[in-house]
């Protein structure tokens, strides 16, 4: 167990639904960040939060956004899904930029 | 732009036989570098990092050195084991703003090892 949770661990839905991924980051973190990994991309980094705010932001999609609430959890939401969503989406949380990121197991989404 | 260029896989070794997988990086500021595992069906597990020029990370046999001259920074075991069989990411982390930064990754190395 890394120390980071994610939710829920597999995700089966249809093109043009929205869906949510939920992440805890590890206590004490305040860094969380959303990455996606698919087979032809790789990881590609989409958003961070730092202590409930936006700080950085990478190739996320405009159907994307994210938020992270007063107690450090952050959610992931997608919304009209389409074939190419499907991927496995990871979270990570870091207490700093030099220490390196702590990933949770990820949430594999397909959509159908 | 600031980046990491990996060592394309994928690999393949025989058991006890020299692991180095290849990673360069070109970056503007200071980076930080990191070796990460990816197990199957798992998520990224940090396995070794060095934040400053000649730094070695080393961690469950594997090691790496920050060379700054040549900006790379290999990952190497002397004896591998089946148990290592993953895939391996190179990466750099540099801050871009005040608690903001920003984590490049390769593209992956695939490790199998057969006994």
């Known amino acids: 167990d890394s120390g980071v949770t994610q939710t829920p661990k597999h995700l089966i839905t249809a093109t043009g639904q929205r869906v949510t991924l939920r992440c805890s980051p590890r206590?004490?973190?305040?860094?969380v960040y959303w990455y996606q990994q698919s087979l032809d991309q790789g990881l590609q980094f989409l958003i961070q939060?730092?202590?409930?705010?936006?700080?950085a932001k990478g190739n996320i999609l405009e159907r994307f956004s994210a938020q992270q609430f007063p107690d450090l959890h952050s959610e992931l939401n997608l919304s009209s899904l389409e074939l190419g969503d499907s991927a496995l989406y990871f979270c990570?949380?870091?207490?700093?930029?030099?220490?390196?990121?702590?990933f949770g197991s990820g949430t594999r989404l397909t959509v159908v | 732009g600031d980046s990491v260029t990996q060592m394309e896989g994928p690999v393949t070794l025989s058991e006890e036989a020299f692991l180095t997988i290849n990673c360069t990086y070109t970056a503007t500021g200071y980076p930080s570098l990191f070796w990460y595992v990816q197990y199957p069906g798992e998520g990224l597990q940090l396995l070794l990092k060095?934040?400053?020029?000649?730094d070695k990370g080393s961690n469950k046999g594997f090691e790496a050195t920050y060379r700054k001259e040549t900006t790379s920074f290999h990952l190497e075991k002397g004896s591998v084991q089946v148990s290592d069989s993953a895939v391996y990411f190179c990466a750099l982390s540099l801050p871009v703003a005040a608690g903001a930064n920003n984590l490049f990754f390769g593209t992956g190395t695939r490790l199998t090892v057969i006994p």
């Open positions: 990570a949380s870091s207490v700093g930029w030099y220490k390196g990121y702590t």
């Open positions: 060095a934040t400053k020029a000649d």
């Open positions: 206590s004490g973190d305040l860094s």
């Open positions: 939060y730092y202590n409930g705010e936006e700080r």
